[in-house]
């Protein structure tokens, strides 16, 4: 396999608007990768450090690009992020930056599929595993962080759990997305789009149970698979640590409450999916739910785990949770959420890869779910930096259909 030759770091624009870390990899024989790294808007206390694009930049032209030059070779991904860590010389990529680090892992994964003329998604499976194809979560209405005046409730979000095919799952996440938006239109709501795409109307939560439930049921009809719906509850953002409670619009509830609540909406709705139910640091809340529903549902840890190994080795010994969300630049590189996907699956958790709030047209996430076999995708539904993740799905799914 050939050497780095050169990397090149940039600033582009994200979806938000902001300012985030583009990498060009490229090889002594002409092999390019380029990848760019997505920013969170509800963000974990236990995340990989992302820094001011310019620091990172600078940063990593500083430490961690002379390593890379002349030293390593792209076809061996963990040497490239081990060397990316060994230039930070931190737990969290505090010195050169998550953002500048996952940019680099994956661009340099890229490289590498050039230069063998492998799919990106193949080429990670080689080095890890897996060969099947997740069922994508479609954000559909959206609130908290990602939307002002709208639902306390982050993410309500289409689960077709029966589609036939990845394609036939985006179809129907972006039926549900604009049936929603036809109920609104019908009852004289107006709604503007959130940070994922996904609507965020002047509603309370129960309202928009009651719109979601409606748009899911009528889809899944002109289907003719089962669609359902989860949650992605950001329960970090509502719990206030002053009051230890969870603070609604016009609620407030203990932690006790909270779990019942939860218990309540899965029982009610018939949830698939609830995503962080409870406040970053609560493995005992977490358990407890998880006891409770984790039998008919996915319980979900986001920055309860943060793709952090350590994090979720603590769960699983204390069977908080059965799932855990990836996302490669809430850990700062490829081989680091691949050891996340890992251990989740030894130990019977599902994980779900995941895109960011604030997103680029980078499309690796799609190949990395397929590498590791991950049931779940969250990447929206709509909007051109979430469309580009599930446009590839679909090309992947033709790919490897096609004899």
């Given at each position: ?99 500048s680090a996952v940019a680099i892992s994956m661009a340099a ?62 179809f129907a996440n972006a039926a549900v997305h604009q049936e ?119 319980v979900c840890g986001d920055d309860l785990f943060v793709t ?96």
């Open positions: 396999m050939t050497l780095v030759s050169e990397v090149r770091l940039r600033q582009i624009l994200d979806s938000r608007g902001n300012r985030t870390v583009e990498a060009d990899v490229i090889t002594e024989s002409g092999g390019f990768g380029r990848a760019a790294a997505p920013s969170g808007a509800s963000t974990g206390e236990y995340e990989a450090i992302e820094l001011d694009p310019t620091e990172a930049i600078a940063s990593a032209r500083e430490h961690a690009v002379p390593r890379l030059e002349g030293q390593v070779y792209v076809g061996d991904q963990r040497d490239v992020d081990r060397t990316l860590g060994a230039a930070d010389g931190t737990d969290d990529f505090s010195e050169i930056g998550a953002n994964a890229k490289a590498a599929t050039d230069v063998l003329g492998t799919p990106l998604y193949q080429h990670l499976g080689g080095a890890f595993r897996g060969d099947e194809l997740p069922t994508p979560l479609g954000n559909v209405v959206g609130g908290g962080e990602h939307a002002a005046d709208a639902t306390a409730i982050q993410e309500f979000l289409a689960a077709p759990v029966g589609a036939p095919s990845v394609q036939d799952a985006v929603v938006h036809d109920r609104l239109d019908g009852r004289g709501i107006a709604a503007g789009k959130g940070d994922e795409g996904a609507w965020a109307p002047s509603i309370d939560d129960d309202e928009a149970f009651e719109l979601v439930d409606a748009a899911v049921e009528t889809v899944a009809e002109e289907f003719g698979f089962e669609i359902r719906f989860g949650l992605d509850m950001a329960g970090a953002e509502l719990y206030d640590a002053d009051e230890e409670a969870y603070v609604y619009r016009e609620t407030t509830r203990d932690a006790d409450e909270q779990i019942a609540y939860v218990a309540d909406l899965v029982d009610e709705y018939d949830l698939a999916y609830v995503e962080d139910p409870l406040d970053e640091n609560d493995y005992e809340g977490f358990a407890e739910l998880t006891d409770r529903v984790g039998d008919r549902t996915l952090n190994v350590e994090r979720l080795r603590t769960g699983i010994e204390q069977e908080a949770a059965n799932a855990v969300l990836v996302k490669p630049n809430q850990i700062g590189t490829l081989s680091d959420a691949v050891d996340a996907v890992e251990l989740a699956v030894e130990n019977g958790y599902r994980p779900v890869i995941s895109h960011r709030s604030g997103e680029t047209e980078d499309t690796t996430i799609a190949h990395l779910a397929a590498a590791t076999a991950a049931p779940y995708i969250k990447t929206g539904a709509v909007g051109g930096e979430r469309t580009a993740k599930l446009n590839e799905l679909i090309r992947i799914e033709q790919n490897v259909s096609t004899p």
